[in-house]
């Protein structure tokens, strides 16, 4: 790989650094034993840790993010060992109660879904363990390209009403479902849809980039769907009920949605889907997509069979990609290549079916005047094999409608009953959607390794979770509690609440915005009620639209940082990122401002 210079990254060893941090640990260990360390130094080296995953994540020189975390993970429990072993109810019953005392705290903290969850999150992240389970399964049923060809109809071909329709069913799905699953789907959706229109390049980058912002700010009116609105809602319990996202959050992820619509209308307004003139296959799109999923145990866009199929020395390589960035089918970008026979049916049966490549080779050749007046017969075939793939689709989307009841349901039960584990909703929904596709072995195995894939994204956050919880037990959030209680005295509810907004917008676009949601959720512990509302509500915006502005301040920036290096442009950089973000994210600040400063004077 390289980075945005087209120079080749370096990729530092993951085994030496966490050897490295082993051996460090160790040492801190013993030195600690005599000297205990001062809090404000496991406040630092959880800062440096932070910084280091934005850092690594930026620059040539790379580092595994899990063993990063990992490994600083045990460097922080060395150097907050002594300072909370002397201070500890542990070390009193040890003295009386020996060993039992030791199995006691074990089965407390590391064995029961309670323990755990106060030290990691864990029936937040079990939850979203769930999710992505449940959500790949439903993403297999190839509902949301279903769901946007009949928007496309509906709208006459318009881009602009199609992607503000799809952006609309995204928003709302991001509050429930996991916003990371929801922004690949979307993002694939979305390039299809502007392929067909034919936009340039710069703009599919852009709407690509606007589909963070959809999946994040957008997407915040509920806690399930975002991990770090989930775990701001864990820290602050009872006090982030359902009822406060929709009071609070819901009017500002409206107000971005429009800021979002303002943006993609100016780009892509004059662009439109001549329906007519569609491919045979991309009005099939679902079928083919799900035919390719129970055949190869994967979903191919046509530029990954052009990447497979060509080598890079290959002239018609980039003459066909470019071709299909115009909108051209896969099939009459070979022909206009004079890409061989054999090797067009080779390509086109592994991109559909061997059966139907003859038939849709023979399609392609036709000229455009005899591919109207005698290629009903050819399009017919087409739609004859396709019928019993649209069967068993519609069959698995049906279940997976189904499986919202028990998804909903147990969350419904969850609120009212904190008792209940909140990840039983999650994998109840994903049981009653797995079972849609499970007999089909390929696309069973799909849903469970992307949802492995995707889950992947989330295990560096355990010991940065575990180091937050050790720098609590050190007294550090109480002392920044005291700071804010001064704040509001000396500026102000209003002026406080802004300075959390910009604080948290600057600091999740440099770090993960799940660990800026867990840090600065609680210093709010022990405020009054309705400050706790306003001051999470400028947290949760801020974390979201900071997350947004840079490649790497979300999992959703992250993923699509990823696509558009790999299905777009290579070359585009981090700073290219920002310079697009920018301005929308700029309208948005300007929109906080007005909307925290009113919540401020009805608060008052």
């Not at 584990?421 to 072995?441: I, Y």
């Not at 799940?514 to 309705?530: C, I, P, T």
Request: glycine content about 6%; charged content about 15%; hydrophobic content about 50%.
């Amino acid at each position: 790989m390289t980075d945005g210079k087209n120079r080749p990254l370096i990729h530092l060893s993951s085994k030496t650094f966490l050897l490295s941090c082993v051996l460090l640990s160790f040492v801190l260990w013993r030195v600690g034993l005599h000297h205990p360390f001062p809090s404000w130094l496991v406040a630092l080296e959880v800062l440096l840790t932070v910084l280091a995953l934005f850092i690594f994540g930026s620059i040539r020189i790379r580092l595994d993010k899990n063993a990063l975390t990992y490994g600083a993970g045990l460097v922080i429990g060395a150097t907050a060992w002594e300072g909370w072993w002397q201070g500890s109810l542990l070390k009193q019953e040890v003295s009386i109660e020996g060993f039992r005392a030791v199995l006691s705290f074990v089965y407390q903290h590391f064995l029961t879904l309670h323990g755990l969850e106060q030290l990691v999150h864990a029936d937040t992240m079990l939850f979203i363990l769930g999710l992505t389970f449940f959500v790949s399964a439903i993403a297999q049923t190839r509902l949301l390209e279903t769901v946007s060809f009949i928007v496309l109809r509906k709208t006459k071909g318009s881009v602009v009403w199609t992607v503000a329709l799809l952006a609309a069913i995204v928003s709302f799905s991001s509050g429930i479902l996991d916003g990371v699953s929801m922004i690949g789907l979307m993002i694939r959706t979305l390039v299809i849809l502007l392929f067909l229109a034919k936009v340039e390049d710069a703009s599919v980058i852009y709407a690509v980039i606007v589909s963070t912002v959809i999946t994040t700010v957008c997407g915040m009116w509920l806690a399930y769907g975002e991990p770090p609105n989930l775990i701001m809602k864990t820290n602050l319990q009872p006090h982030l009920t359902n009822s406060f996202f929709l009071r609070y959050c819901l009017p500002v992820a409206v107000g971005s949605y429009f800021i979002v619509l303002f943006n993609v209308r100016k780009r892509l307004r004059a662009k439109r889907v001549i329906m007519e003139s569609l491919d045979v296959l991309d009005l099939q799109t679902a079928d083919v997509r799900y035919l390719q999923a129970s055949r190869h145990g994967q979903v191919l866009t046509p530029v990954d069979i052009v990447e497979d199929f060509f080598a890079e020395s290959d002239s018609r390589r980039e003459k066909i990609l470019k071709r299909l960035h115009s909108g051209e089918p896969l099939g009459l970008s070979m022909v206009h290549e004079a890409v061989p026979e054999n090797k067009r049916l080779e390509i086109l049966g592994h991109y559909v079916s061997e059966e139907l490549a003859p038939v849709l080779d023979h399609h392609y050749r036709m000229t455009p005047s005899e591919r109207t007046s005698r290629g009903g017969d050819s399009e017919q075939a087409i739609y004859k094999t396709l019928h019993d793939v649209r069967g068993r689709r519609v069959r698995s989307q049906w279940i997976g409608a189904l499986s919202f009841i028990p998804f909903i349901g147990l969350l419904v039960f969850h609120a009212i009953n904190h008792a209940v584990p909140l990840f039983l909703a999650s994998f109840a929904g994903f049981c009653v959607a797995f079972s849609g596709v499970f007999f089909q072995e390929r696309i069973r195995r799909l849903v469970l390794k992307d949802a492995f894939h995707e889950y992947a994204e989330y295990l560096f956050l355990f010991p940065l979770f575990f180091s937050i919880f050790l720098l609590q037990t050190t007294g550090f959030f109480s002392q920044l509690s005291g700071l804010l209680i001064t704040g509001i005295e000396k500026l102000g509810v209003s002026l406080v609440a802004l300075i959390q907004y910009v604080g948290a917008v600057v600091l999740s676009a440099m770090l993960d915005n799940n660990v800026v949601a867990d840090f600065s959720s609680r210093a709010l512990q022990g405020l009054e009620v309705k400050l706790i509302h306003l001051f999470s509500m400028a947290q949760i915006a801020g974390y979201a639209v900071g997350g947004c502005w840079t490649h790497i301040g979300s999992a959703q920036s992250v993923v699509a940082y990823a696509f558009i290096r790999k299905e777009v442009n290579e070359h585009y950089t981090p700073f290219q990122w920002i310079k697009a973000m920018t301005p929308i994210v700029f309208q948005m600040f300007i929109f906080m401002i007005l909307v925290v400063f009113l919540e401020g004077w009805f608060l008052n």
